[in-house]
C-alpha cells in the first residue's frame, strides 16, 4: 500500500520513466489483487512469509485496526496510477478497463479490455472547452517491461513504430483527436522470470 503510493507520486515528478509503473503494475498484480478474498471480500494487509503460511483475511467488514482499513481501500483505487497528465501529454501507465475525462482538454479517454489484458483498446472522445473543436494532445503509452515479444501499438489499424523498447513509452505525437479513432495495444502474455534482489548475477 505504501510503496504503491510512493511509486505514484515519484512517478509524478518522472512520468516517462516507465520503471515506476512497471513497479507499480507488479505490486497490484502480485500484492494487491490478492489480498482480496475472492468468496466474501475479506481482507489481508499483509502476507504472512514462511514455510505453510497462510493470509490472514479479515471478515465481510474491515478489521478495527488501521491495516484493516487500509487493505479495504486498496480495492477502491486501482485506476488512481492508470492515467498521468501535462500540459500536452497524456501517460497511459497501466492496462484495466478504467475512465478518465482529462478536464482541461476536454477529453475522455476509456480502455476497452479484460484485466489482466494482453489486448487493450484505448477509446478518445474530445471537445476542447476553449474552441470547441477537438482537442490536441500526445499520447504516450507503456511497453510494459516483461512485453519482450509480439508487442504492438496501432493507431488506425496502423503500426505506430517497427520494435518497441521494454521498459520504456512509446509515443504517439501531438494530433488533432477524433471520435473515431482508435489505438489498439497488444501485448502477448510470455513467460518471464524476475530474480530476486539476491539472484541478479544470474539476470
Known sequence: YNLAKLTKDLNCFDPDNAAYMDYYERILYNQ???????????VTYQYAVGMNARKPFGNETPQSTCCGGTGAENHVKYQEAAYFVNDNTIWVALYLPTTAYWEAKGALLYQECEWPAEKVTVHVSTTDPVNGKNASFAMKLRVPYWATEG????????????????????????????????????MPFTKHINWGPDKMDLA
Open 32 to 42: 494487491i489483487v490478492g489480498s482480496v478474498h475472492p468468496d466474501h471480500w475479506g
Open 151 to 186: 508487442f504492438d501499438v496501432k493507431l488506425n489499424g496502423k503500426s505506430i513504430a517497427k520494435s518497441y523498447q521494454p521498459c520504456s513509452y512509446v509515443e504517439i505525437p501531438t494530433r488533432e483527436w477524433s471520435p473515431a479513432d482508435k489505438v489498439e495495444v497488444v
